[in-house]
């Protein structure tokens, strides 16, 4: 079965970026996905098809996907942006997510 | 706006089964799929499956096959998940979510499911 692999921890300090990278076979020739959940929260779509951000997602958020690796972008991250970050692609007609990125903002 | 409203909390016992309920608010009930997604407490978000709201068709993850049972009532515009032969590893939070554009865009507020003797 097809798999996502995610780091799963990332630190970065306020203002500063952030990277969280999602790598599966090919993902590059696939549409990914990225959601952010916060503690007791349900995840909330950030980036799709690539590099879209849905309505009331900062700029802030930016996605690239290519040859084996998806790779979030936070710029200038801020406190509240301190969540678990899930990828997530297809695979034939099933659903496949990371294992998920805890993002720490020290 | 549109928006997906779960049914509440659940507790079950070994070995029953549990149904989940997702009502849908604000658009075409007919025009999205509707994905069931659970999270088991401090882990990862885990696919179980999809369901066509328009024909009821339905694609389930291979590791639920068998057990789990999605449908929809188009007169409510709910969609219904049923997951059977509970055990205690299916403790966890389930979420019922829109698809668009290959991605999981509306999310239900999710629905605590504990099983325990």
């Known amino acids: 079965s097809y798999e996502l692999t995610q780091p799963p921890s990332v630190s970065v300090s306020p203002g500063q970026t952030a990277s969280i990278t999602c790598s599966g076979d090919k993902l590059g020739n696939k549409y990914a996905s990225w959601y952010q959940q916060r503690p007791g929260q349900s995840p909330v779509l950030v980036i799709h098809?690539?590099?879209k951000r849905p309505s009331g997602i900062p700029e802030r958020f930016s996605g690239a996907n290519s040859g084996n690796t998806a790779t979030l972008t936070i710029s200038g991250t801020q406190a509240m942006d301190e969540a678990d970050y899930y990828c997530q692609a297809w695979d034939s007609s099933d659903v496949v997510f990371g294992g998920g990125t805890k993002l720490t903002v020290l | 706006q549109v928006q997906l409203v779960q049914s509440g909390a659940e507790v079950k016992k070994p070995g029953a089964s549990v149904k989940v309920s997702c009502k849908a608010s604000?658009?075409?009930?007919?025009?999205?799929?509707i994905h069931w997604v659970r999270q088991a407490p401090g882990q990862g978000l885990e696919w179980m499956g999809i369901i066509n709201p328009s024909d009821g068709g339905t694609g389930y993850a291979q590791k639920f096959q068998g057990r789990v049972t999605m449908t929809r009532d188009t007169s409510t515009s709910t969609v219904y998940m049923e997951l059977s032969s509970l055990k205690s590893e299916d403790t966890a939070v389930y979420y019922c979510?829109?698809?668009?554009?290959?991605?999981?865009?509306?999310w239900g507020q999710g629905t605590m499911v504990t099983v325990s003797s």
């Open positions: 604000g658009y075409t009930f007919t025009r999205y799929h």
């Open positions: 098809q690539y590099n």
């Open positions: 979510a829109r698809v668009e554009f290959q991605a999981l865009h509306i």
